[in-house]
């Protein structure tokens, strides 16, 4: 890294009623990252609406917050974790002249980013009108109502529109987190505070937020074994009846149950496997393209760059560039569709 080198500023707003799970996911997962000198590559503080002191939790204890609002104006990025009392957002859609004046405060340009309920802050400071967004399936109707010129997609994990991104409630907080920090730094970096924080790697966000069997009941037949053997066969093609055939189903039992313990389909499935193991090679060696694209089973380096390209939006070798300087070694892909 360059002299004079300062790490990205993560901002996160506690707003009374908080939840203390969602306001430690920030700091959780940005206070991991690294880079090869040893040096934080984001610094995460707190900041209220008021002067320092207490703010108030869902639980039966508050928290002393050490910065007031004008830290908003030293973000890069800002993140809005839920809260259970936001009185006038959440009854008619309107901003406290008191919250309004500390949002204000926020620099164009601002990356802006919401867990949970988070998001009708965003909303009711006109952050979100024309740009999709989500939060709780259990939240999503009343925030159409609220906000109908928001595109409210409550189907989702996460929805990523460039400047903001707004996710669903609790784990999803998590899979945003770790999405940011795969976007600004690579899969490398994200996969091993992943690791460290002992969860899934990667969640993709068209994921669906609320699967009707996430455990499979233990008397039913489950296809994590199809899971796992295709996961060692990434570089194989890979038949729909051969993951069938690994569970004894049918290929029509397989597929319904396949998409109730993952959240997507079979194909989906691999294809994002797939994709990460490709983020992996780029990232972690020397291979050629067409070598990356084998070992992944694109089979080509023209297919494989026409599926990062539709999940990335670069191509590998812009990929590789971005990300290849100081990667390390990072677990292989794993199966984490079933999450929590």
């Given at each position: 890294?360059?002299?004079?080198?300062?790490?990205?500023?993560?901002?996160?707003?506690?707003?009374?009623?908080?939840?203390?799970?969602?306001?430690?996911?920030?700091?959780?997962?940005?206070?991991?990252?690294?880079?090869?000198?040893?040096?934080?590559?984001?610094?995460?503080?707190?900041?209220?609406?008021?002067?320092?002191?207490?703010?108030?939790?869902?639980?039966?204890?508050?928290?002393?917050?050490?910065?007031?609002?004008?830290?908003?104006?030293?973000?890069?990025?800002?993140?809005?974790?839920?809260?259970?009392?936001?009185?006038?957002?959440?009854?008619?859609?309107?901003?406290?002249?008191?919250?309004?004046?500390?949002?204000?405060?926020?620099?164009?340009?601002?990356?802006?980013?919401?867990?949970?309920?988070?998001?009708?802050?965003?909303?009711?400071?006109?952050?979100?009108?024309?740009?999709?967004?989500?939060?709780?399936?259990?939240?999503?109707?009343?925030?159409?109502?609220?906000?109908?010129?928001?595109?409210?997609?409550?189907?989702?994990?996460?929805?990523?529109?460039?400047?903001?991104?707004?996710?669903?409630?609790?784990?999803?907080?998590?899979?945003?987190?770790?999405?940011?920090?795969?976007?600004?730094?690579?899969?490398?970096?994200?996969?091993?505070?992943?690791?460290?924080?002992?969860?899934?790697?990667?969640?993709?966000?068209?994921?669906?937020?609320?699967?009707?069997?996430?455990?499979?009941?233990?008397?039913?037949?489950?296809?994590?074994?199809?899971?796992?053997?295709?996961?060692?066969?990434?570089?194989?093609?890979?038949?729909?009846?051969?993951?069938?055939?690994?569970?004894?189903?049918?290929?029509?039992?397989?597929?319904?149950?396949?998409?109730?313990?993952?959240?997507?389909?079979?194909?989906?499935?691999?294809?994002?496997?797939?994709?990460?193991?490709?983020?992996?090679?780029?990232?972690?060696?020397?291979?050629?393209?067409d070598q990356v694209a084998r070992d992944a089973g694109f089979g080509t380096a023209q297919s494989m760059r026409q599926h990062l390209q539709a999940a990335l939006g670069v191509t590998p070798t812009a990929y590789r560039r971005t990300f290849r300087a100081g990667a390390a070694d990072c677990p292989q892909p794993v199966d984490n569709s079933a999450a929590p």
């Amino acid at each position: 890294m360059a002299p004079g080198f300062r790490p990205h500023r993560v901002v996160v707003l506690a707003l009374d009623g908080l939840l203390p799970f969602e306001l430690g996911i920030p700091h959780r997962i940005f206070g991991r990252p690294k880079d090869e000198r040893g040096r934080h590559l984001y610094e995460v503080i707190t900041c209220s609406v008021r002067p320092p002191g207490p703010v108030e939790t869902d639980a039966d204890f508050a928290i002393h917050v050490a910065h007031g609002p004008e830290a908003l104006a030293t973000a890069d990025t800002v993140i809005v974790p839920a809260s259970y009392e936001l009185g006038p957002v959440f009854e008619r859609g309107e901003l406290t002249d008191e919250l309004a004046a500390a949002l204000a405060r926020i620099r164009p340009g601002t990356r802006l980013a919401s867990i949970c309920t988070g998001v009708y802050v965003l909303a009711a400071a006109g952050y979100l009108d024309g740009r999709p967004a989500t939060t709780h399936w259990a939240d999503a109707e009343r925030l159409q109502r609220l906000f109908p010129r928001v595109e409210v997609d409550p189907n989702v994990l996460f929805v990523d529109d460039g400047s903001i991104l707004t996710s669903a409630g609790v784990a999803a907080g998590i899979d945003l987190c770790l999405h940011m920090v795969r976007r600004d730094h690579g899969a490398v970096v994200a996969n091993e505070v992943a690791r460290r924080t002992v969860v899934p790697p990667h969640r993709d966000g068209g994921q669906a937020q609320y699967i009707r069997r996430p455990v499979p009941d233990p008397q039913q037949a489950s296809t994590s074994g199809a899971r796992a053997w295709a996961l060692d066969r990434l570089h194989e093609p890979i038949q729909l009846r051969d993951l069938a055939a690994r569970e004894s189903m049918s290929v029509r039992t397989f597929t319904r149950r396949f998409r109730e313990e993952s959240g997507v389909s079979p194909g989906q499935w691999l294809t994002q496997q797939r994709v990460e193991r490709v983020r992996h090679l780029l990232e972690s060696t020397e291979l050629s393209v067409d070598q990356v694209a084998r070992d992944a089973g694109f089979g080509t380096a023209q297919s494989m760059r026409q599926h990062l390209q539709a999940a990335l939006g670069v191509t590998p070798t812009a990929y590789r560039r971005t990300f290849r300087a100081g990667a390390a070694d990072c677990p292989q892909p794993v199966d984490n569709s079933a999450a929590p």
